[in-house]
């Protein structure tokens, strides 16, 4: 079946400019991760949903930074006023539930945001 | 907290030739390790894992074993390909839902 989509695959904008970035999860899949990857570093976590409700929102670097989810379904994560340390890969993973560890996260593509 | 160290790259290594990626790590409660890898292009996938101390995680001619003594999984191949250029990342998962990952290791195979 189809696996995580992200949308857009590439985002350039202007330093101080908001973006949104678009997460489609594996059809039934009720937990939702997002990640953030910068230049030769390791994932960071930044926010985790399960349903439509995010009890994790604890890697969010700043209040710039939120995310939303309909229902068990498309997420979305905005950054408002854009600076340049925001620029990275931003990964989106799925998983069947959060509440086991043994379901494994199936990753997006991700989007690579690029500040200017 | 948790945290996962893995060896620094690139490594850059011939066809057939044997590879071995460093990994420890620093966790809360009993973790559940992962490797993930990323091909050029493409999204982050994984790997093998192993969810408890002496488990043996394999796939793809890769294994590592979760050696809870030394905090360890560090990863193996045998022989490696030109197809098995890739970044490879360690990972854990303790007690909830987020991954912890390692800052990756680059691997080129050269024919």
């Known amino acids: 079946g189809a696996g995580v989509s992200q949308s857009p695959s590439n985002k350039v904008t202007e330093k101080g400019k908001d973006v949104e970035l678009r997460c489609d999860p594996i059809s039934g899949h009720t937990a939702l991760y997002w990640y953030r990857q910068r230049l030769g570093q390791g994932l960071e976590f930044l926010i985790y949903f399960q349903g439509n409700s995010a009890p994790d929102k604890s890697g969010l670097p700043s209040d710039r930074f939120s995310a939303e989810r309909t229902g068990e379904s498309v997420s979305t994560l905005t950054i408002q006023r854009t600076q340049q340390e925001d620029s990275a890969v931003y990964l989106c993973?799925?998983?069947?539930?959060?509440?086991?560890?043994?379901?494994?996260?199936?990753f997006g593509p991700g989007t690579r945001l690029t500040v200017t | 907290g948790n945290s996962v160290t893995q060896m620094e790259g690139p490594v850059t290594l011939s066809e057939e030739a044997f590879l071995t990626i460093n990994c420890t790590y620093t966790a809360t409660g009993y973790p559940s390790l992962f490797w993930y890898v990323q091909y050029p292009g493409e999204g982050l996938q994984l790997l093998l894992k192993a969810t408890k101390a002496d488990d043996k995680g394999s796939n793809k001619g890769f294994e590592a074993t979760y050696r809870k003594e030394t905090t360890s999984f560090h990863l193996e191949k045998g022989s490696v390909q030109v197809s098995d250029s890739a970044v490879y990342f360690c990972?854990?998962?303790?007690?909830?839902?987020?991954?912890?990952f390692g800052a990756g290791t680059t691997v080129t195979v050269r024919a």
């Open positions: 990972a854990l998962r303790s007690n909830d839902y987020k991954l912890s």
């Open positions: 993973a799925s998983s069947l539930s959060g509440t086991a560890l043994s379901y494994e996260q199936y």
